[in-house]
């Protein structure tokens, strides 16, 4: 078995535990994370974060792999598409030496990068689109986060709507803040003005809308990870 045939394996095999645990949680929805379950949760962040490789680029496709207008699916949690708060600017804080606000201006400033991977929804789906905006890396290096921060939580303005991510992942290269698709400025029903992408998350990780991004020395939960989904759930 190659490396990479190995990890997808072992992936699928922890998934499959993550998903046994789901069926579980339904007796016990207000406490998702304490008890038996919360252990195997751990155990499963500390073993898809040992699997994962930051150096590991996913293929970038081509633009004749994009799917076709209208066949890349929204996918939400409300009924319309929230509308920014008046005068947006994305906060960003938590544990760092300089917390910064971001206007659309100053992140469009920052330097611009192109990922054009396939996304991944946990219910089935996938779709390829390239995003355009600024790598989280770059974020971070603004702020110069702690050397205790092993987290990074992403808010939305959707009222609810939130995730967290171990740090290797949000610092991965193909860890993006997207502010444009397709070459288009990004639209509505795909996150405006501002969403998280990447290559090595499942698509729920992604947060739309997004408000504030925190970087953080303790765990976080998620709307869906709250709800029994996989924490780490990576791709
Ligand atoms: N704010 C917000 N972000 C969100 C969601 C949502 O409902 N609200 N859905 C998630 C899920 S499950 C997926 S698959 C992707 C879908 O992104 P898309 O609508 O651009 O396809 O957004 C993620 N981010
Ligand atoms: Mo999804």
């Known amino acids: 078995m190659s490396g990479a045939t190995r990890r997808r394996f072992l992936g699928a095999g922890l998934r499959t535990a993550g998903l046994l645990a789901v069926g579980g949680l339904a007796c016990d929805s207000n406490r998702p994370r304490t008890g038996f379950l919360g252990v195997m949760e751990r155990v499963n962040e500390r073993f898809q974060r040992a699997l994962f490789d930051p150096g590991r680029l996913a293929p970038e496709l081509s633009e004749r792999e994009e799917s076709l207008p ?3 699916p929204m996918y939400r949690i409300g009924d319309d598409y929230p ?8 906060r960003v804080g938590g544990l760092v030496a300089r917390p910064v606000t971001l206007s659309a201006d100053a992140l469009a400033r920052l330097p611009r990068t192109r990922t054009r991977v396939r996304h991944h929804c946990v219910e089935g789906w996938s779709a390829v689109a390239a995003w355009d905006g600024v790598r989280l890396s770059e974020i971070a ?6 050397p205790r921060v092993r987290y990074v939580e992403f808010r939305s303005f959707e009222p609810g709507y939130y995730s967290s991510w171990d740090l290797e992942s949000a610092l991965h290269p193909q860890t993006i803040l997207a502010y444009g698709m397709n070459g288009q400025p990004l639209a509505r029903e795909y996150g405006a003005p501002l969403r998280l992408y990447s ?6 990780k992604m947060v739309k809308y997004l408000a504030e991004v925190s970087f953080l020395p303790v765990r976080t939960g998620g709307y869906w990870e709250d709800r029994g989904y996989e924490w780490f759930a990576g791709v």
């Open 70 to 72: 209208g066949d890349f």
């Open 83 to 90: 509308a920014p708060p008046e005068g947006w600017a994305l």
């Open 141 to 146: 290096r603004l702020v110069g986060p702690d």
């Open 199 to 204: 290559a090595v998350k499942l698509g729920y």
